[in-house]
């Protein structure tokens, strides 16, 4: 798959983000060992036990020039059972790699090392339609058959944390807060980062976890929902209350006082507005980020989406100028943001456009230009310009990738429901996503990693 198109300014440093980057960050995993004094066919993988590693499946010991039907199956938090398949054919040597030999038949095409996992999907479907991640460690077994026979087999663990990484629910009454609060091994002190989810209103602990792990402590709130004292709609949310998450993260011990934010759709929004309005945030990374303050996706009539003091932030109308259309069944969401943005004076797109230029931190952008919820083609461009300024003395940098959807979270799990999310289509197809999260993930820890200057590992 091709990279992601990178756009920066004349004071971004790429070498940062370079594809050295994500050679550091693979290059931390602990190999998973494997029996090879054995000519008995077996799956070995080279690998660690993170999920942020790939996954590298080589078939062993098997009959010279045999096919192969590679499976793999994984059971999510609903219970419900993730297949893949891989039809290979085994070298004279009766070896074959998956990320070197592409199968003959299966749930996905082309050499590929994480097929097996990406492809993975439901012989049924039942709300809701993607891999449901709770807890600390994803379990994969893979099997060979030849004919029909199971020849070998191999359960993989895989844990979004190693050992050290503490977790500890949050709720303060004083600060308003509700959530989750990870942290890392060692005495630190560590350098912070606020997560914060989008519209769906579930916090992002896989985040927490994964970032935790490469030495970062990670507060992943739910700031908004059914749970006092937090607010119980999308409505009004005070800015100031992620200044209060920033300065929860300052006063634990074990955290420096460099603080950076993550935030995606809805939640990257509310990053950047925050962080546009205080400067307790030394580094921004924002996933499928809105250039403007909105109403929430299919919240027509709730009202704006943050407040300052009390006071609604203005927020950009909607139309009603356009006609939603379906796509298998969901709304397409994109097309009324394209036609609010075209309905629009200056004026007004003026008073609801966030002043990322009043950022005091580093700040990435990440998006898919397949996204059917915000716009990015809109959304990034509008973006950079603001940042593109004189003024603005921090690093600026934009991961955009061609065929990627609304969704780019953690990597390396199936995607290929990524594009369906309850009753909006997200856009985007399951290779390309798996593509766009394997590339990003890297990146983004190596932004924090510079912009926060900790002793992230």
């Not at 439901?122 to 991640?133: A, E, S």
């Not at 895989?158 to 050290?164: K, S």
């Not at 259309?325 to 008073?351: F, H, N, P, T, Y």
Request: negative net charge; hydrophobic residues 40%; glycine residues 10%.
């Amino acid at each position: 798959m091709d990279g992601p198109t990178t756009h920066v300014d004349r004071r971004t440093l790429l070498r940062s983000l370079s594809a050295g980057g994500a050679a550091t960050l693979a290059g931390c995993t602990d190999p998973l060992t494997t029996d090879g004094g054995s000519e008995t066919p077996r799956i070995e993988i080279e690998s660690g036990r993170r999920r942020d590693a790939r996954l590298v499946p080589t078939l062993v010991g098997f009959v010279p020039e045999t096919d192969v039907t590679v499976t793999a199956r994984a059971t999510d938090a609903e219970d419900r059972t993730w297949r893949s398949r891989a039809v290979v054919t085994t070298d004279r040597q009766g070896t074959a790699s998956l990320a070197s030999t592409a199968p003959a038949a299966g749930s996905y095409a082309g050499a590929r090392s994480m097929g097996l996992v990406w492809s993975m999907g439901l012989t049924y479907r039942r709300p809701p339609t993607y891999f449901v991640q709770d807890g600390p460690e994803q379990t994969v077994t893979l099997s060979a058959r030849v004919g029909d026979e199971v020849v070998a087999e191999r359960t993989v663990t895989r844990v979004f944390a190693p050992d050290g990484v503490t977790h500890e629910r949050v709720r303060d009454e004083d600060r308003g807060l509700v959530g989750h609060y990870f942290e890392p091994p060692g005495e630190g002190p560590h350098p912070g980062v606020v997560a914060l989810h989008g519209n769906g209103n579930s916090p992002l602990t896989n985040f927490g976890r994964m970032l935790a792990a490469r030495g970062f402590a990670v507060l992943a709130p739910r700031w908004f929902g059914e749970e006092e004292p937090i607010p119980d709609q999308l409505v009004e949310i005070p800015l100031s209350s992620a200044r209060a998450m920033a300065t929860w993260l300052q006063s634990r011990e074990a955290v420096t006082d460099r603080i950076g934010v993550l935030g995606h759709s809805k939640g990257a929004e509310f990053a950047l507005m925050a962080a546009s309005r205080y400067d307790v945030f030394d580094g921004v990374v924002a996933i499928a980020p809105n250039a403007f303050a909105f109403m929430a996706p299919g919240m027509v009539s709730a009202g704006p989406s943050w407040a300052v003091d009390g006071e609604p932030v203005p927020t950009l109308s909607r139309s009603g100028n356009s006609e939603i259309r379906r796509k298998e069944g969901r709304l397409v969401i994109a097309d009324q943001i394209r036609a609010d943005l075209s309905a629009a004076d200056q004026a007004q797109l003026d008073r609801a456009a966030i002043p990322v230029e009043q950022i005091t931190g580093d700040v990435l952008l990440v998006g898919g230009l397949d996204d059917t919820i915000w716009p990015m083609e809109e959304m990034i461009p509008r973006l950079t310009a603001r940042l593109d300024t004189e003024s603005f003395q921090h690093r600026v940098a934009s991961l955009v990738y061609d065929e990627a959807g609304h969704v780019i979270t953690v990597p390396h799990k199936p995607t290929t429901y990524h594009h369906l999310g309850g009753q909006l289509y997200l856009g985007g197809q399951p290779e390309p996503a798996a593509a766009a999260e394997a590339d990003a993930w890297p990146r983004i820890v190596r932004w924090f990693r510079d912009a926060l200057s900790g002793s992230a590992q």
